[in-house]
């Protein structure tokens, strides 16, 4: 069950700041014993990304005070650190930063199903506290109003701190032997949504896939990989780079890249799913159009605006409706899809995942981590707790 949103005297929760207390001040400020180190941002603003001085997390009743470890940083990440978007908890402005979390408990409620020392994850996305209909019934990543709130996005502070507290009813209990790779939890449970969507689309009918083709091999698109090859299909990644460690990757999971282009990939035979993880209009375009008959097609990636192509729209209806295709979007995951990624994870080859990490970059040299680098998989914000 769901419990309801609160005000949270944590600074891992949206609060307002005590009286007189600024949480501005950035690390050249003398520290206080109170205090903990955090990277924020004022949304909206580029160039605002700082390490700065936040006050100790104080736990509520329900909630888990938790030593940060370590937090992935994404294309979200990039973007509201440009000022593209974001939104600071009410009454502040600056928000910590960070979504893709990795935490072991120091403190936990009496009576919870965690204690000190549980790797833990928590989840990004809260309902309204009046929720819609679907976050009334735990989907809030299908939230209708749009008025959900997002650690370390839209008005809750994220999980880029030394400390931080989560509700023990969003938080994610991890297997030990995560401890480096447990950032990757979040990620995961987007692709765990996907595939739990693409199995409930497909068995409207009988459904028996046996070729699935990945476009992009970018985190999103490896993980995806790996949860289909983890169902024993036989998978297919589109990406254009020619060396590097994704060639590798996808090779070792026993699935085969392709950097010639679509016709290439599905040169073999049409796929009967595509994970589309790009938002590259083209692929969108080509995903939609080369499917096996039943083909279903799962679009995560997101587009950028204005970008225009020519479309045969009544080739691609015919296709599509003679066919019975099915194309969807599918973003964020609620609950049921974190439990699914914890167990994908728990079950996969943990030399394989630590891979997925090719740098890790302390705190301190934060702006390392917003650089991109060519061979560059997935960078880590390392707290060392």
């Known amino acids: 069950m769901l419990t309801p949103l609160h005000a949270c005297t944590s600074a891992g929760l949206a609060r307002a700041p005590d009286p007189g207390q600024s949480l501005d001040r950035t690390t050249t400020a003398p520290m206080q014993e109170e205090d903990v180190k955090a990277l924020t941002v004022i949304p909206g603003q580029s160039g605002s990304l700082a390490v700065t001085d936040v006050p100790e997390p104080t736990p509520a009743a329900d909630e888990l005070l938790v030593d940060g470890l370590a937090v992935g940083i994404c294309g979200t990440d990039h973007e509201i650190a440009a000022g593209e978007y974001g939104w600071a908890p ?30 833990v994850v928590g989840v990004v996305r809260r309902p ?11 989907h809030f990543d299908m939230c209708r109003n749009g008025r959900y709130t997002e650690r370390g996005i839209k008005e809750l502070d994220g999980f880029a701190s030394e400390r931080w507290c989560v509700q023990a009813d969003y938080a994610v209990p991890l297997d030990r032997g995560l401890a480096d790779v447990g950032m990757l939890l979040e990620p995961t449970s987007v692709v765990a949504k996907a ?16 070729r699935v083709l990945v476009t992009g091999a970018g985190p999103i698109g490896l993980l995806a990989a790996m949860l289909g090859r983890q169902r024993g299909l036989e998978v297919h990644v589109l990406d254009q780079v020619t060396t590097g460690p994704k060639p590798e990757l996808v090779d070792a999971l026993g699935a085969t890249y392709h950097s010639d282009g679509f016709d290439a990939a599905v040169e073999g035979g049409h796929p009967d799913v595509i994970i589309e993880a790009t938002g590259v209009p083209s692929l969108v375009l080509e995903a939609m159009a080369r499917t096996a008959p039943y083909g279903i097609v799962c679009l995560t990636g997101v587009s950028a605006a204005g970008r225009t ?15 019975n295709d099915v194309v969807f979007g599918s973003v964020n995951a609620n609950l049921h899809h974190y439990a699914l990624a914890a167990t994908a994870l728990a079950d996969a080859d943990g030399d394989w995942l630590r891979s997925l990490v090719t740098r890790r970059v302390g705190l301190e040299s934060f702006a390392e981590a917003f650089e991109f680098a060519d061979d560059d998989v997935k960078v880590v914000l390392a707290f060392g707790g």
């Open 195 to 210: 595939w739990d969507e693409i199995e409930s689309i497909g068995n409207r009918s009988w459904f028996a896939p046996e």
């Open 128 to 138: 309204d506290p009046e929720p819609c209909g679907a976050c009334a019934h735990g």
């Open 309 to 323: 192509r020519e479309l045969d729209a009544s080739g691609l209806n015919r296709s599509m409706v003679l066919e």
């Open 90 to 119: 009410p009454g502040r402005d600056r928000l910590v930063l960070g979504h893709e979390s990795l935490g072991r408990v120091r403190e936990a409620p009496p009576g919870s199903a965690f204690q000190a020392g549980d790797l």
